[in-house]
């Protein structure tokens, strides 16, 4: 049975197959390497970096803050043993030492969906050259290597911080789910934002243009904000799809001697 071609249906999507699932990978950038996580390997780094953390920086996560070392080389054990979620660990290449964790969680290669997120930063590697590089080298992975066409980010809706960090990233805001998750007994609001493949090359450009030796002095201070390349990257793509849209238009209902 053929569907109804009066009703409106979305974009036809012709050879799209199931995507492969994200991997353990070892991916290396100028300021930041992605390793699999291993508690072997980047155990005492982590140990040694969470030890230490702001205690707010667990609030909104599902798990932490943990009362002794004890506790937190369970988590990170179970954590590189996880079936569900794939985790990896963000190596700062300026001390050679472990310094944080992230993780793809609930891919859906079937739709080319997956998510990152529990991330967590020693105090020492925030709002650094490497976290941000770290979030590009994942997205550059699934977009140019898996070929997937969403790359979602989902905090709790109170998480200022996590959502001001998505905005930089170049994540769009799409909503707020209700009454969502019940975590560490309290009741969780959703905040959604995403990133789609259409939208991918003009954000990878500005991610590259950001990351450059050039962009920061001799003291490491940027000297264009990434927020600044995001929004110039923004403005661009949507005025490119408003025009697209609108030619798309002017195709389909004016005759092509009026055009």
């Not at 650094?128 to 590009?136: D, S």
Request: aromatic share 12%; hydrophobic share 40%; net charge neutral.
């Amino acid at each position: 049975m053929s569907l109804n071609p009066s009703l409106p249906l979305g974009a036809a999507l012709p050879g799209w197959t199931r995507r492969a699932s994200p991997q353990p990978v070892t991916i290396d950038g100028r300021t930041c390497r992605i390793e699999p996580l291993d508690v072997a390997r980047h155990g005492d780094d982590l140990l040694a970096a969470f030890r230490d953390t702001d205690e707010a920086s667990w609030v909104y996560l599902f798990i932490g803050p943990f009362a002794d070392d004890a506790g937190i080389l369970t988590w990170l054990t179970e954590a590189a043993n996880s079936k569900d979620y794939i985790y990896s660990a963000i190596i700062d290449r300026a001390s050679g030492r472990a310094g944080g964790v992230c993780a793809f969680m609930r891919p859906d290669p079937a739709n080319g969906v997956v998510e990152i997120g529990s991330i967590h930063y020693a105090d020492t590697l925030k709002r650094t050259p490497a976290t941000t590089e770290a979030m590009y080298l994942l997205m550059r992975y699934v977009f140019d290597e898996l070929g997937y066409r969403r790359y979602e980010w989902k905090c709790n809706s109170l998480n200022a911080p996590s959502r001001r960090a998505a905005l930089r990233l170049g994540f769009r805001f799409e909503g707020i789910f209700r009454n969502h998750l019940v975590v560490k007994g309290r009741n969780r609001d959703t905040a959604w934002f995403s990133i789609l493949d259409s939208e991918w090359p003009a954000l990878k450009g500005a991610y590259e243009r950001w990351l450059v030796p050039e962009n920061f002095d001799r003291d490491g201070r940027q000297r264009v904000s990434l927020s600044e390349m995001m929004i110039a990257a923004r403005v661009n793509f949507d005025c490119a799809s408003q025009y697209g849209k609108l030619l798309r238009w002017a195709l389909q209902h004016i005759a092509p001697q009026q055009l």
